[in-house]
């Protein structure tokens, strides 16, 4: 026991448990919106189309995270931009900024002179390096994500609700769906660390999914959204240093199982109340 | 409806066409609005009806013409108009209750931050809730209730701007016999201080409720007293037309005679 717990005096463990938290936040938070808003697969193509900045920023010598940041901004506001503006189906455009995102990023790591780097941390986590500057940038986003949110809570609220009706009523939706877009490219940010950029969806969905079988109003749903995604987090992180897997595969192997022996025994306690109908 | 406000245009469109990429969708909509009036608007699916109400709300853009709704472009007034969509088109399974759903109704234009509603707005939504009599269900997740109490939460929501002009998109289109009564009685009620646009399939509701009708096939048809009859029936849905059930038109075979 006593050994069990020495692994908090580790640094790398302390980060990453400070890491999983801010996930979990932003899960909670953006996790409920996009999933109310139906925006999933448009978090997905984000979250894709960063690699692309992942791939610019060993290029070029920056962060890649930083890169990843960038591209990941870049292609949410290029998705709503068309969506409004264009004739095109937003699902064929995530589709679009899913795919050249990724082409990107193989390309523009290809363009590297020397050995290719280690890039399998971006694209499936690895919770358990994340370093001082990582957490510097995860908690500055996590924050930015945040604000916004809790600052115009009943306008996001009647946004998610009836958008069209928010619209008559003269609120900006359309600078709300641009923030909501930037807002998700952020949390893609936040979460690469922990889950990497192929993952990201798993805790952006299943949380939301658990927390919304046992709550009635959107702030309370955030609430164990975040809640529950911070318990995936910390035994996702405590079952890869255990049994030395990877920490992004961990995490969301074991938030994937929890959902669905929630989800079976949520719809039994169903069947057990519903009377037969003869 | 004040006596000087009677002859006041609560709307004016002049020739207004509505495309869709290269679809047409409205073409030389001409129609004026008096204040008071209960204006009922018919036609077939995919006539136009529901694009009109998103042009007066300017929610659309025009190819051409113009829309004045009180003198002013459309999106100016927001304050003006109360709309109630269908109730297909909101997600009944959004996690809120009935009484925050007509406060959203509050929320107008701006972004001040950290806003709480009042006391006195949450007083306000309860006297709506009484009004178009669901104050009980206050509580309420909304995916508890019916499609007749829906319907009247929504159009509690619209009223939180006490509008002048208030838009229904089919206000009746799901909901059973009994509310659908309940509906068109508070309607009448609310017609006494507010223009009303009814966007509806529901034909038995023209002769019995509005004053003025509307005839949409992406052109005006007919507009005037709301009195149908077969020739415009026939002229907007472009075939014989016996009844209209869920907007599709049918031909009503007459029944045998047996020798």
């Known amino acids: 026991m006593i050994s069990f717990l020495s692994i908090f005096s580790y640094q790398f463990f302390q980060n990453a448990v400070v890491a999983g ?45 930083i890169g990843a940041f960038l591209f990941s901004v870049g292609s949410a506001i290029g998705i709503g931009f068309l969506k409004r503006n264009g004739r095109f189906r937003s699902d064929v455009l995530i589709g679009l900024f899913w795919s050249f995102g990724m082409a990107l990023g193989i390309l523009f790591i290809t363009l590297m002179p020397g050995y290719p780097p280690e890039i399998s941390s971006y694209l499936f986590g690895s919770i358990l390096s994340v370093t001082n500057s990582d957490l510097a940038l995860m908690t500055s986003l996590t924050i930015l994500v945040i604000l916004p949110v809790a600052m115009l809570f009943n306008h996001w609220k009647a946004y998610m609700f009836d958008e069209e009706f928010a619209t008559v009523m003269g609120l900006k939706t359309t600078i709300m769906e641009y923030v909501l877009f930037i807002l998700i490219a952020m949390s893609v940010v936040v979460l690469i660390r922990a889950v990497g950029i192929i993952l990201t969806l798993a805790l952006l969905t299943a949380p939301t999914a658990i927390a919304g079988l046992f709550t009635k109003s959107i702030g309370s749903r955030m609430v164990l959204s975040a809640i529950a995604g911070a318990f995936f987090c910390l035994a996702g992180i405590f079952l890869s240093y255990i049994l030395n897997i990877p920490s992004g595969a961990a995490i969301v192997i074991f938030t994937a199982i929890i959902f669905l022996l929630v989800y079976i025994a949520f719809n039994l306690r169903i069947k057990n109340r519903t009377p037969l109908n003869n | 409806m004040h006596p000087e406000n009677q002859n006041a245009l609560a709307l004016n469109i002049n020739n207004l066409s509505v495309k869709y990429g290269d679809t047409p969708a409205l073409s030389g909509i001409t129609l004026k609005v008096n204040a008071g009036d209960y204006l009922g608007v018919i036609g077939p699916n995919g006539g136009g009806k529901s694009t009109l109400l998103k042009a007066i709300m300017g929610l659309v853009k025009t190819a051409s013409g113009n829309i004045k709704v009180s003198g002013h472009t459309p999106g100016y007034l927001h304050k003006n108009i109360g709309y109630v969509p269908q109730t297909s088109d909101v997600d009944k399974s959004f996690p809120i209750n009935v009484q925050e759903v007509v406060l959203t109704g509050m929320l107008v234009r701006g972004f001040p931050i950290f806003r709480k509603y009042s006391q006195k707005e949450k007083e306000a939504a309860d006297n709506l809730l009484n009004e178009v009599g669901v104050y009980a269900l206050k509580k309420r997740h909304i995916k508890e209730l019916s499609g007749g109490e829906f319907q009247k939460i929504l159009i509690a929501r619209a009223l939180a701007v006490n509008p002048g002009l208030l838009l229904l998109d089919e206000p009746t289109s799901s909901v059973d016999a009994n509310s659908r009564d309940q509906i068109y009685n508070l309607l009448e009620t609310l017609n006494a201080r507010m223009t009303i646009i009814l966007v509806t399939h529901d034909l038995l509701a023209i002769s019995a409720h509005v004053g003025v009708l509307a005839c949409l096939n992406r052109q005006l048809v007919y507009h005037g007293k709301a009195e149908l009859n077969s020739e415009i029936v026939s002229n907007m849905y472009n075939c014989p037309v016996d009844l209209i059930a869920h907007g599709v038109p049918h031909r009503v075979l007459k029944e045998h005679v047996h020798d």
Do not use: T
Not at chain 1, 21 to 30: A, M, N, T
Not at chain 1, 38 to 57: C, E
């Open chain 1, 21 to 65: 938290i801010l996930c979990s936040i932003v899960c909670g938070i953006i996790g409920v919106i996009i999933s109310e808003k139906k925006l999933v697969m448009m978090s997905g193509g984000i979250a894709h189309a960063s690699y692309g900045g992942v791939g610019l920023g060993y290029l070029i010598g920056i962060e890649p995270i």
